[in-house]
């Protein structure tokens, strides 16, 4: 399975449109949040329709910078996973829109309903062979949640599932200066990067034989 993870979009339709061009052959879309740049639903919907075009499978979850209407036009279109699972194959996604309260005009929920939406999605795709969460913000404490001051301002709740759940990969973004890649336990979690600046991660997930560990190649592009 391949997978384009297009995070922190911000609406720019424009880029967009060159990143669809140069992927060619994904089998998945998946927005980790920041489709818009406090937008309304119907920027949101654009952008889906637009990838849709291209990849008719699309995931994403809601951003700091996206809001409740955003969030129920995801939902209203298909397309969200925050709080649900999904299994395309043997694959199962699942994750949650939002981010750890922060300032008063962002998309935010405390700690703990993050996990709670989580732990649903989690359990939705128990039965998956390989499991993929998608959330906006990355799991605390780690140098993908970590700003050019220095400060982790990650999720405590997204780590919290990491630990517990441990799925094979975690798709986020938030961070634009902190693009890249760390294993926390068995999970794989990459910050995709900032979309409106060209950038965006390629995945490509192989299965394995029972038992054994997909392989999981991730490559960064800048359009």
């Known amino acids: 399975m391949i997978i384009t993870a297009i995070s922190d979009l911000h609406n720019r339709q424009d880029v967009l449109e060159a990143i669809l061009r140069d992927s060619a052959g994904a089998d998945v879309i998946v927005f980790p949040g920041d489709l818009t740049d406090f937008g309304s639903a119907a920027d949101a919907e654009r952008i889906l329709a637009q990838a849709r075009r291209v990849i008719p499978i699309v995931f994403a979850v809601a951003g700091n910078c996206d809001n409740a209407a955003v969030d129920a036009a995801l939902e209203a279109m298909g397309v969200s996973l925050s709080g649900r699972g999904v299994r395309v194959s043997e694959v199962g996604f699942f994750g949650v829109s939002g981010i750890p309260p922060w300032q008063a005009r962002m998309y935010c929920f405390p700690e703990e309903d993050l996990l709670v939406r989580l732990n649903v999605g989690a359990a939705a795709t128990a039965d998956c062979r390989v499991r993929v ?3 906006h913000v990355p799991p605390y404490g780690t140098k993908l949640d970590r700003t050019w001051l220095g400060s982790h301002v ?3 709740a997204v780590r919290e599932m ?3 759940e441990r799925p094979a990969l975690l798709l986020c973004g938030h961070i634009h200066e902190a693009q890249g ?3 926390l336990g068995s999970t794989l979690v990459v910050n995709c990067g900032a979309a409106k600046a060209g950038h965006f991660a390629r995945i490509e997930l192989e299965l394995q ?3 054994s ?3 999981i190649n991730v490559e960064f592009c800048r359009i």
Do not use: K, M
């Open 133 to 135: 969460a998608v959330t």
């Open 154 to 156: 990650g999720s405590r």
């Open 162 to 164: 990491v630990e517990n």
């Open 181 to 183: 890649i760390e294993r």
């Open 209 to 211: 034989p029972a038992g």
């Open 213 to 215: 560990d997909p392989r």
